[in-house]
């Protein structure tokens, strides 16, 4: 699939395809499967790393991080349960919570969604694991139709990091729009999802 | 428990994006932590980060075998620091039914407890006899009220025990706790409250609110 021209450029990561994460972290988890593993690694990390550098952490440190986040999930794979949102979602969280300890060196209330998996039952149906990848596809294909001025403020808290007061001082906006467009933005998501309910 | 009030979309969103200021996460996370329909609707916001994370150029990364085995040497993740439930003073003391707390009166039937933590913002747990009112205030910044026993109400509507209350700077108002039981509730204020009283202004500083 892949043509050459993109080959040549730097390091391109393969894209996401739900079924198949889901697959790696079923893999890593039964079997502790190494090779499972790299390939969870060279589709993620790369990406994890560029999170944490557009949230203002250095190369080298978003490296370490971008690692360790992979490693967590190797980890605590047993514990993975699509009730609570795809492969992605569940690297996203520790990504996140990683940051805001390392980083902002406070402490996340955030839970990690492997807390939750524990209520619940470990083997997820095969529909459910469906159901998960296709509505991440959904809210994929929702956020990038977003008009240019809602996915910039989604963006900006989401990939800078920046609170609605320091996106409203970024863009030169009142308060009061910056989040009328976060909740838009957000009421455009749901209704795209609507009919996966 | 029955939850009728919830948080906004705009908190949520700021919740799961790990932006929204320290003591309104602490909040948050408990209200998220008694309430499903928050739990999911979380889920939803964060999928819209990995939806984003996915979209992002790939950047060169070192092989993933040095790079485990090294970690792997230094044993195994402190996941307990990666926060949650189990940190979460407001949880921990729900657990132990708030006792042994070192109130202080704030006022007539009012009393306060504040909740250092690291972070932007202010926490602080409120007990208030059946009746009591909270002086008329506004807000500089956001402000979640979680109530954790009995309830009040406002000009906003009746808070029972679970709900949240999701105000930001534009709302004025003077809470009150209902007549039977009272309310014990968690407040998070992005930035220190305004009185409008001279009296409360002035008492502002003992305070602390």
């Given at each position: 699939m892949v043509s050459d021209w993109v080959s040549l450029r730097a390091r391109p990561a393969p894209k996401v395809s739900y079924s198949a994460m889901t697959e790696l972290l079923a893999r890593i988890a039964q079997r502790t499967d190494p090779a499972a593993f790299h390939e969870l690694y060279q589709s993620y990390g790369p990406r994890v790393k560029v999170y944490l550098v557009r949230r203002g952490v250095d190369a080298a440190t978003a490296e370490d991080l971008a690692q360790e986040t992979l490693l967590i999930v190797w980890r605590r794979a047993a514990l993975f349960s699509s009730e609570r949102g795809s492969a992605s979602t569940w690297i996203f969280t520790i990504a996140r919570n990683l940051w805001i300890d390392r980083l902002r060196k406070e402490v996340p209330w955030q839970e990690l969604p492997a807390a939750h998996a524990a209520e619940t039952s470990p083997e997820p149906l095969p529909d459910a694991v469906v159901a998960e990848s296709e509505l991440q596809l959904r809210v994929r294909a929702a956020v990038a139709q977003l008009p240019a001025e809602q996915k910039r403020v989604i963006e900006l808290a989401y990939l800078e990091g920046l609170s609605h007061g320091e996106i409203a001082a970024r863009l030169g906006l009142p308060l009061g729009t910056v989040k009328s467009r976060v909740r838009i933005a957000y009421q455009r998501m749901r209704a795209a999802v609507e009919d996966l309910k | 428990m029955t939850i009728t009030h919830h948080l906004?979309?705009?908190?949520?969103?700021?919740?799961?994006?790990?932006?929204?200021?320290?003591?309104?996460?602490?909040?948050?996370?408990?209200?998220?932590?008694?309430?499903?329909?928050?739990?999911?609707?979380?889920?939803?916001?964060?999928?819209?980060?990995?939806?984003?994370?996915?979209?992002?150029?790939?950047?060169?990364?070192?092989?993933?075998?040095?790079?485990?085995?090294?970690?792997?040497?230094?044993g195994p993740p402190d996941l307990a620091r990666l926060g949650g439930n189990a940190s979460n003073p407001i949880l921990r003391l729900a657990r132990d039914d708030f006792a042994d707390i070192a109130w202080r009166r704030i006022g007539i039937g009012l009393w306060h407890r504040p909740l250092p933590l690291k972070g932007q913002g202010a926490l602080q747990l409120i007990k208030a006899a059946p009746g009591a009112a909270v002086p008329e205030h506004s807000h500089g910044g956001g402000e979640l009220t979680l109530i954790l026993r009995g309830a009040m109400s406002d000009t906003t509507g009746r808070y029972v025990a679970g709900d949240v209350a999701d105000l930001d700077e534009e709302i004025e108002h003077t809470p009150i706790a209902d007549a039977g039981e009272g309310c014990l509730c968690a407040i998070a204020n992005e930035v220190p409250t305004r009185f409008h009283s001279l009296l409360a202004r002035l008492l502002q500083p003992w305070h602390g609110l």
């Open positions: - | 906004g979309s705009e908190t949520l969103l700021s919740f799961a994006a790990g932006t929204l200021p320290s003591a309104l996460s602490a909040v948050a996370g408990a209200h998220i932590a008694m309430c499903r329909h928050c739990r999911d609707e979380l889920v939803w916001c964060e999928r819209i980060g990995a939806a984003l994370l996915e979209g992002l150029p790939a950047m060169p990364l070192a092989d993933a075998e040095p790079a485990v085995a090294s970690l792997r040497e230094a």
